[in-house]
């Protein structure tokens, strides 16, 4: 089910409808064998959500498919291919014009790179998350992102630097009045004092 909206991007969105519901077509017939034989549970209804935004080529409803599967998959440990939806899930945003949701899938693509331990991948994608969210002025996203970075920071055992990152971020939020933000900073830096 990933692949298909993976090879969707690298075709720069221009698959031919027919081809598009040929392969969501091979794609149920996999996942129907599967789901027979292992515990899917709520995944199977996520997979069909996915192939069927894929097929009608509805690259909105793709890009929000895509978040929605990757955080079922997250919850379950499953973080490479969790990371690998949410950073295909941007892709999908960036291209379509829906920054917000870009600014998300690029935040959750650096949080799930960083339970990995991978660093230089998670910042890096804190870092493209941050820069969209700043060029569209999204200040509580920008709050958000900044969160993450502390949370590398911390978890590397750097709470000077994690406090520093915070205290920027809580300007962003206060600026921004974004209340979930505020409380997510408000939680991290109560953390990094704790």
């Known amino acids: 089910v990933a692949r298909l909206p993976r090879l969707l991007v690298e075709d720069d969105l221009a698959i031919p409808r027919d081809r598009l519901r040929q392969q969501a077509e091979r794609a149920r017939e996999e996942v129907g064998r599967d789901a027979e034989t292992l515990d899917v549970g709520q995944e199977a209804v996520l997979w069909e959500e996915v192939l ?3 097929q009608e080529a509805d690259l909105e409803r793709l890009g929000r498919a895509l978040l929605n599967l990757a955080g079922a998959v997250e919850s379950r440990a ?3 291919g969790a990371a690998e939806l949410y950073r295909t899930a941007y892709e999908i945003f960036a291209a379509t014009g829906q920054v917000a949701s870009a600014v998300d899938a690029a935040r959750f693509a650096g949080r799930t790179l960083r ?5 230089e991948e998670a910042t890096r994608w804190y870092g493209i998350a941050r820069e969209v969210a700043t060029a569209a002025s999204l200040g509580g996203k920008v709050a958000m992102v900044l969160d993450g970075v502390a949370n590398i920071h911390r978890e590397r055992g750097n709470l000077p ?3 520093a990152v915070l205290l ?3 300007g962003y939020a206060r600026e921004s009045d974004d209340r979930e933000a505020l409380g997510a900073v408000c939680h991290g830096l109560a953390g990094a004092e704790h």
Request: hydrophobic share 65%; no cysteine; aromatic share 12%.
């Open 168 to 170: 920027e971020a809580l």
């Open 78 to 80: 499953h973080l490479h």
């Open 161 to 163: 630097a994690a406090r």
């Open 115 to 119: 339970r990995l331990a991978q660093w």
């Open 52 to 54: 069927a935004a894929f």
